[in-house]
């Protein structure tokens, strides 16, 4: 089911910031809600098939929409009879600073990177304008102006490759995605940040990238036409979610400038939106309100890699919270060591080679019992 402000489904006609006012996490499980009773009917009307009391709902999502599978279970117990959430990141969180940690755990040339991160800030720290705009130049990306900017677009590489990590099919001759990008840093001829800067340049040619319209906080800030759903996100983050993937406070090593801050990353919403959007969210009491870590839920699967940096918003993301949720009402909870976000979803079932296959038959067990199948 899509969700409201996504795809094409607006309930007004622009995405200025009084219009995006009815989107909300509560508005979207009661959408959900609302299909899911008035569903008999419906589907009786369009397709000739009888629902009935006998049959039972579950609800299902990857990502942010695992959460709504998990909510929707919370929220809706007697519609929802079960659910299965892959990669659901249910504790929200406004500094999220522990996603870069996650990053650095899975690449082997981390320490490399967060050499390069620490001669990268005292450059900025140093405010020789011309120093700073050569190494841009270097990054090709010289036309950044605001330097958190800059600093910021240094993690797209990073985090996409370790969030949609998908290791090669075994025999076959396709590269391994971190390695490839690890081997960058191979190059002891050079310092590590003169490899990082090599590596971003590539990554923005090879892969076309503007960097204005890409990297900058502002960019699309008066675009307030229909069917933006990155403007759609960037509005749930802004007012209920946060989930801003800062750098890690001193002395945590960090893969990420220390430009990359929580209030960079939330400055650009009163562009976006309007001044009426000031400060954090309130996740405090949406976390009370949906539960958290233990979201006081029974028969859901909860799925995740390890590998994925929003495991640490997980249930899997420490074991003790695990049991404590597996303890509780039949739940479920399913690790893969090696995989990371959503994997479970969009592998090819005949992959045996790191654990997807031995999850999704966990997943069907489980969901199987639940129904009493």
Known sequence: MEHRYYGVSYPVNDMSG?????????????????FVRNAPEFVKASIGLTIGPQNKWVATGGSYSANLAVWLRQQYPDLFYAAYASSAPVLIKSNFYQYDQVVGRALPCAQNISDAITTLDAILDSNDRQLIDSWKRAFALDALKDDSDFAGALTDQLSNTVQYYMPPTQGSNS??????????FNRTRNIPLQNFADMTAAYIRDNGIDPVSAYSSSAGSKNTALYQDGRSWFY?????????QAAPPEPLRRLRSKYVTMDWQSRPCQAFFGEGITGQPDVGSLNKKLGGLFPNVTRVVFVNGLND????????????????NMAYGENVVITMSKASH??????????TDFGVDIARKRILAAIKSFLGL
């Open 175 to 184: 590269p391994d995605a971190i390695a490839s990008l690890c081997s960058w």
């Open 342 to 351: 959503v994997t479970d979803f969009y592998f090819a079932s005949s992959r």
């Open 236 to 244: 749930q983050t802004c007012t209920q979610f946060g989930y801003w």
């Open 18 to 34: 009084p219009n995006m006012r009815y989107l909300t996490v509560e508005n979207a499980l009661e959408d959900v809600a609302h």
């Open 309 to 324: 940096p929003w495991s640490e918003l997980s249930v899997a993301s420490d074991p003790s919270v695990a049991a404590v």
